[in-house]
């Protein structure tokens, strides 16, 4: 992998500040395939920092607050952390079980299903930082910047595309069992 250029983004902070950074680029020098190199702090897709995500998703979820209060205290439009929050409903499965699954690969506790997927994806999230905190960077990130940088910045992801963590022949992040497939689940002909 080379650098190879970069490219300007805006990134709104909680109430609403805007930033531009600069993210960038790696080629390979193998297929010339090119990467953007985001921050642990920025989510591919989403104007937001991390952070804001995190807490109104886990506010939102926890059933601290609706949609519209948590989104006026953060700065963002209702309509942003409404667009979140329909996100993660979709993926909160698949999030608690790679989550879930990081958290014992890290030596934490295993994490049993509850009755609301949401919920259950918050308490593998929080069950994996737990664990990751033994070990030596992790800590000082804070737990949405530890999700994050796991997901490779996709937790509320745009698309369905399962992003992987790999560490060494790992990954971290399994994608979750296919449903509702006509062919049984079976791949090729």
């Known amino acids: 992998m080379t650098f190879w250029s970069g490219y300007w983004r805006h990134v709104r902070a909680a109430g609403g500040r805007c930033r531009r950074i600069f993210?960038?680029?790696?080629?390979?020098?193998?297929?010339?395939?090119?990467?953007?190199?985001?921050?642990?702090?920025?989510?591919?897709?989403?104007?937001?920092?991390?952070?804001?995500?995190?807490?109104?998703?886990?506010?939102?979820?926890?059933?601290?607050?609706?949609?519209?209060?948590?989104?006026?205290?953060?700065?963002?439009?209702?309509?942003?952390?409404?667009?979140?929050v329909r996100r993660l409903g979709r993926r909160a499965t698949q999030l608690a079980v790679g989550f879930a699954a990081l958290a014992v690969e890290l030596g934490g506790e295993p994490i049993e299903p509850g009755d609301d997927p949401q919920a259950w994806a918050f308490a593998a999230i929080r069950?994996?930082?737990?664990?990751?905190?033994?070990?030596?960077?992790w800590a000082g990130l804070g737990r949405w910047r530890f999700a994050c940088c796991v997901s490779g910045g996709q937790l509320p992801a745009a698309n369905t595309t399962s992003p992987y963590l790999m560490v060494g022949k790992r990954r971290f992040l399994p994608p979750a069992p296919a449903t509702g497939r006509r062919d049984g689940g079976r791949d090729g002909p």
Do not use: I, N, Y
Request: with cysteine; aromatic share 4%.
């Open 127 to 137: 069950a994996a930082f737990r664990a990751a905190t033994a070990l030596a960077g």
């Open 23 to 84: 993210v960038p680029r790696a080629r390979c020098v193998g297929c010339a395939a090119t990467h953007a190199l985001l921050p642990g702090f920025v989510l591919a897709h989403r104007v937001d920092e991390v952070g804001t995500v995190g807490a109104v998703l886990e506010k939102v979820s926890d059933g601290a607050g609706g949609v519209r209060p948590e989104a006026e205290r953060a700065g963002v439009p209702h309509t942003t952390a409404r667009g979140w």
